[in-house]
Every structure is written in structure tokens, then in C-alpha cells.
């Protein structure tokens, strides 16, 4: 193998860097992107659920008297079950972000050597547990919404009903 021929291997093994390089920060611009989307659908949907909940209490205690207290309480306790999911996944995420902030925290405070590295380490772990989370938020979506919307739903019938029954009389 000549010169030329080494110089050229040097050269396409350059490119191949480059182009490995940016595939990476490709990758990783993307996985930011996806990661920074999942937090604000979270926040936007917490707010959207936290709304529904004042919504409904709100309603309800202006309506409980007219109302059948059996039914009425159904609704109540359905709703309940959900505001208790609903928290019990705020509690859990809650604790999931402490626990990553101490890890990280700690990592850099036994040893600030190679701090890029450790970066990029640390956020690797993060979006792996973030796609473990996202699986399981779908599950927490279910268990959340569906009793509060029969709990609504059930509400919302029994208003409508005593609606209709005056505007007959």
C-alpha cells in the first residue's frame, strides 16, 4: 500500500467519523425534541385534568341537593378514584425526578473528571426511563379518565334528568 492509498483510507475514515458524528447529534437533537414535546403534552394534559376536577366539584356542589344522593354519590366516588390516580402519578414522577436529580448531583460531586461524558451518560439514562415512564402513562391516562368521565357523565345525566323533569311540570 502506497502513500496515496493510506491517505486515502485516512480520508474515508475522516468521513466516516463525520458522518457517524452527525448521525449521533442528529439522533440526539431528535430524542431532545421528542423528550421536550412528551413534557409539555404532560403539563398541558395535567392542567386540561386539573380543570375537570375543579370543574366538577364546583358543579356538583352547587347541584348535590337536587340530585339522587345515591347516583350523586356514585359520581363523587368515581371521580375520587380518579384525583386519587391522577396524584398518585404526580407523587410518582415526583419522586422519579428527585431520585435523578441526587444521582446526577452525586455523580458530579464524586468526581468532576470527564463531565461531557457523564452528561451524556446521564442523559441516555433519562430518555431511557422517560420511554419507560411514557408506557406507563398511557395506562395512568386510562385508570384517570375513564372514572372521571363516567363520574362526570353520570352527573351530567342526573342534572339533565332533573332538568327536563321541571321544565315538564
Known amino acids: 500500500m502506497n502513500n496515496q ?30 423528550a421536550k414535546s412528551y413534557e409539555k403534552a404532560l403539563a398541558y394534559t395535567n392542567l386540561i385534568i386539573f380543570a375537570g376536577y375543579v370543574l366538577f366539584f364546583s358543579f356538583w356542589k352547587e347541584v348535590r341537593g337536587e340530585l339522587d344522593k345515591v347516583w350523586s354519590g356514585i359520581s363523587v366516588i368515581l371521580v375520587i378514584i380518579s384525583l386519587i390516580f391522577f396524584i398518585a402519578w404526580e407523587i410518582f414522577q415526583m419522586i422519579q425526578s428527585s431520585a435523578y436529580f441526587r444521582k446526577l448531583y452525586s455523580t458530579f460531586k464524586l468526581s468532576p473528571d470527564n463531565y461531557s461524558e457523564k452528561i451524556q451518560n446521564f442523559n441516555k439514562e433519562i430518555q431511557k426511563n422517560q420511554a419507560r415512564v411514557a ?31 321541571d321544565l315538564c311540570r
Open 5 to 34: 492509498d493510506q491517505i486515502r483510507e485516512m480520508a474515508k475514515a475522516a468521513e466516516l467519523e463525520k458522518q457517524n458524528k452527525y448521525k449521533n447529534e442528529v439522533v440526539e437533537f431528535n430524542t431532545s425534541i421528542i
Open 135 to 165: 408506557s406507563l402513562w398511557i395506562f395512568e391516562l386510562i385508570f384517570t379518565i375513564i372514572p372521571g368521565f363516567l363520574g362526570a357523565g353520570i352527573l351530567l345525566f342526573l342534572y339533565s334528568q332533573n332538568l327536563i323533569n
